[in-house]
C-alpha cells in the first residue's frame, strides 16, 4: 500500500503528534468532540468523552491556556475549564450550578457548544462539542385515563380480552419500558367465570411500574389507576312460543280464540316477555293479544264484534314474542287457524207464561220481586216492561231479568198489579201478577175525639151506655 493510501485516520495521528508551539498556532486535536451527561447531574458533574479533548502542548510548554463557553448555552449550564496534565491541556465541561438552570431530557436533550481556547499572545481556537443529556429514570409511567370501566358479558370464555389500559413514560429505553399489573401489555382478560347474581360489579386498581433503574429507591415510579368491571347479563336464549286454538263458549262474553304460552331459559330482564304480538292474518287489527294474570300464558280475544260468517274458511294468524333483553330476542313464528262455527240459535221461552208474587206493601225500594228469564239461555237477550203497561212502581235489568221496587208501596191503591215483560229481541213475551198484601202498618185512631153521654142512673148493670 502506498503513501497515498494510507487511511485518514494516520494521517490524523501523525499530524497531531508533531509540537505546536513552535508555530505560534492553538489548535484542538478534533474540530469537534462527542460527549455525554446524564440529566439531573448534580453541579460540577463533568461530561463524558471516549476522546481526549483539548490541545497538545508544544515545548516549552509556556502556554497558559484557558477555556470558555463561547455559544449554545444560554442557560449557562456548562462551563469549561482547563487541567493540565504532561504535555497536554485538557477541555473539561462540567455543569454550573450558578444558573439555576438543570438538565432535563425530557425538555432538550442535547446541546451543541461553542468552545473558545484563549492563550497569552492573542491565540484563540475553537472547537464544537456536541452534548448529549442522557436519560435517568426521573419520571413516572402515568395510565392515561386515570379511570376506566368496562362491560363484562356474563358469557364470555375464560381468557377472553375485556379491554385495554394505556400508560405512557416520557423517559426512553428501558426506563420508558413499564410493567402493568395484574397483567403484562395493559390487556385485561377473563379468569374466571363472572355471575350477575353472585357480584355485578368489580372495582379493581391497576399498577404500573417501569423497568428502569430506580433514581429515588423503590418508590414513586409507579402509578395505579381505576378500573370497574360491569357484569353484564346476557342475552342467550330465543323465547319459544306456543300458540294452540280453542273452541270458544258462546255464553262467555268476552270469547276466547286461541292460548299463547311463551317461555325463556334466560334469568333476569332476558328471561322476561316485553310482548307477544300479531304479526301476520290480521291486517284489520281485530283481534287483541291480552296477557294472563300470572304465567307467560296469553289469551286471543275480539277487539269488537267479529263477524265470522264472512270468515267460512277461518282466519290464519300469526304470533311471534319478544323478550327484554339486551339485545333483544325474538320468539319462533307461529301460524294458528281460528276456524270458528257458530251453533244454531235455540228458540226458548219463558220458563213461566204467568209469573204470580206476592209483595209487602211495606217492601222497600230495591226489594226483588222476582226473575223472570228465557230458557234455554239465549245468547243475548233485553228484557224490559211491555208498553202497555205501568212499570212505575218497578225497574227491570234488561240482562238478568230480575224486576225490583223503585220506590214505596204504601200509596198503591190496588191490592193487585199485572204487567206484561218482553224480551225485545226474540219478542217473547209473560205476564207477571202481583198481590200487594197489607201490613200491620196503622194505629188505631178513635172517630170522635171525645164523646157525651147521658145516662140513668137506675139502669142495671151491663147495659150498653153507646
Keep these: 500500500m502506498g503513501k497515498d493510501s494510507l487511511p485518514l485516520q494516520l494521517f490524523r495521528l501523525k499530524f497531531l503528534s508533531e509540537p505546536r508551539a513552535g508555530q505560534g498556532l492553538l489548535l484542538f486535536t478534533q474540530p469537534a468532540y462527542n460527549a455525554s451527561i446524564f440529566e439531573n447531574s448534580a453541579t460540577r458533574t463533568y461530561t463524558r468523552s471516549e476522546v481526549k479533548m483539548g490541545i497538545i502542548l508544544a515545548p516549552p510548554r509556556s502556554l497558559d491556556i484557558k477555556y470558555s463557553v463561547a455559544s449554545g448555552d444560554n442557560e449557562g449550564i456548562f462551563q469549561a475549564e482547563a487541567f493540565i496534565m504532561g504535555d497536554f491541556c485538557f477541555l473539561r465541561v462540567r455543569t454550573n450550578g450558578g444558573s439555576g438552570a438543570t438538565l432535563n431530557r425530557e425538555v432538550q436533550d442535547n446541546y451543541t457548544l461553542t468552545v473558545k481556547a484563549s492563550a497569552q499572545g492573542g491565540l484563540e481556537a475553537l472547537a464544537t462539542i456536541y452534548i448529549k443529556v442522557l436519560d435517568t429514570n426521573d419520571l413516572r409511567p402515568l395510565f392515561s385515563p386515570t379511570s376506566y370501566s368496562f362491560v363484562v358479558p356474563e358469557t364470555a370464555p375464560l381468557g377472553a380480552s375485556i379491554g385495554r389500559v394505556t400508560a405512557t413514560d416520557a423517559d426512553v429505553g428501558s426506563n420508558g419500558e413499564f410493567y402493568y399489573f395484574f397483567r403484562i401489555n395493559g390487556v385485561v382478560t377473563l379468569t374466571g367465570q363472572p355471575r350477575v347474581d353472585k357480584e355485578e360489579r368489580f372495582e379493581l386498581e391497576v399498577q404500573v411500574v417501569d423497568r428502569g433503574m430506580k433514581l429515588y429507591g423503590n418508590n414513586g415510579i409507579s402509578s395505579t389507576a381505576r378500573l370497574i368491571l360491569v357484569v353484564q347479563r346476557v342475552n342467550e336464549f330465543n323465547p319459544v312460543l306456543s300458540a294452540v286454538a280453542v273452541v270458544p263458549s258462546w255464553t262467555d262474553k268476552d270469547p276466547v280464540y286461541a292460548v299463547v304460552t311463551v ?180 194505629s188505631p185512631v178513635f172517630n170522635r175525639p171525645f164523646y157525651d153521654v147521658a145516662i140513668n142512673e137506675s139502669l142495671p148493670v151491663g147495659t150498653v151506655v153507646m
Aim: net charge negative.
Design 263 to 442: 317461555e325463556d331459559k334466560d334469568e333476569g330482564v332476558s328471561g322476561e316477555i316485553e310482548w307477544v304480538s300479531i304479526i301476520e292474518g290480521d291486517p284489520l287489527e281485530q283481534f287483541v293479544v291480552d296477557r294472563s294474570p300470572a304465567g307467560n300464558e296469553y289469551r286471543v280475544r275480539t277487539s269488537e264484534i267479529f263477524d265470522w260468517d264472512t270468515f267460512p274458511y277461518g282466519c290464519n294468524i300469526t304470533f311471534q314474542a319478544k323478550d327484554r333483553g339486551i339485545p333483544p330476542k325474538f320468539s319462533n313464528t307461529q301460524v294458528v287457524q281460528l276456524l270458528v262455527t257458530k251453533p244454531d240459535p235455540v228458540l226458548g221461552n219463558f220458563e213461566k207464561d204467568v209469573y204470580v208474587v206476592k209483595l209487602s206493601e211495606v217492601a222497600p225500594p230495591g226489594t226483588i220481586v222476582e226473575v223472570v228469564k228465557i230458557s234455554p239461555a239465549s245468547l243475548s237477550v233485553n228484557y224490559s216492561f211491555s208498553g202497555l203497561s205501568d212499570p212505575t212502581y218497578f225497574d227491570m235489568n234488561p240482562l238478568t231479568g230480575v224486576i225490583m221496587t223503585s220506590r214505596h208501596l204504601t200509596r198503591i191503591s190496588q191490592d193487585c198489579m199485572e204487567m206484561d215483560v218482553v224480551d225485545t229481541i226474540s219478542q217473547r213475551r209473560a205476564r207477571v201478577k202481583i198481590t200487594i198484601e197489607d201490613a200491620n202498618d196503622n
